[in-house]
């Protein structure tokens, strides 16, 4: 299966801002694609996680609730680096129950 954010290239394109050869400025720069991990493909494990985030951003927005205050009252640290990885799909770790619970509510 084709990975739905690369289109398969397996990268992006995109503009960088910072300090390049010595001079400050912005240019252009092909990125790793974050979701297939540069491979161009997602398994059907991948899209399952893909739609699963999907699912839960919905929610969460139609809550009118940012990611920090969703997790507060999930009980889960508002500085719990995976759930935006959760809502994007690309977390492998095992997805906390709270998280399970909310999004099939």
């Known amino acids: 299966m084709i990975c739905p954010d690369c289109q398969g290239r397996g990268s992006s394109t995109g503009i ?9 400025g912005c240019r252009e720069m092909s990125f ?8 161009g493909e997602a398994t059907p494990e991948m ?4 739609e ?12 009118d609730l940012s990611q920090r205050e969703l997790c507060k009252r999930l009980g889960i640290p508002d500085d719990y680096p995976m ?3 959760i809502e994007f799909g690309s ?10 619970a909310y999004a099939e509510s």
């Open 47 to 50: 899209m399952k996680r893909r």
């Open 52 to 63: 699963f985030g999907e699912r839960l951003t919905a929610k969460r927005r139609a809550e």
């Open 91 to 100: 977390h492998e770790g095992e997805i906390p129950e709270t998280v399970k």
């Open 16 to 24: 960088a801002h910072g300090t390049f050869n010595g001079r400050r």
């Open 32 to 39: 790793r694609c974050s979701f297939c991990k540069g491979s």
């Open 83 to 85: 759930y935006s990885r």
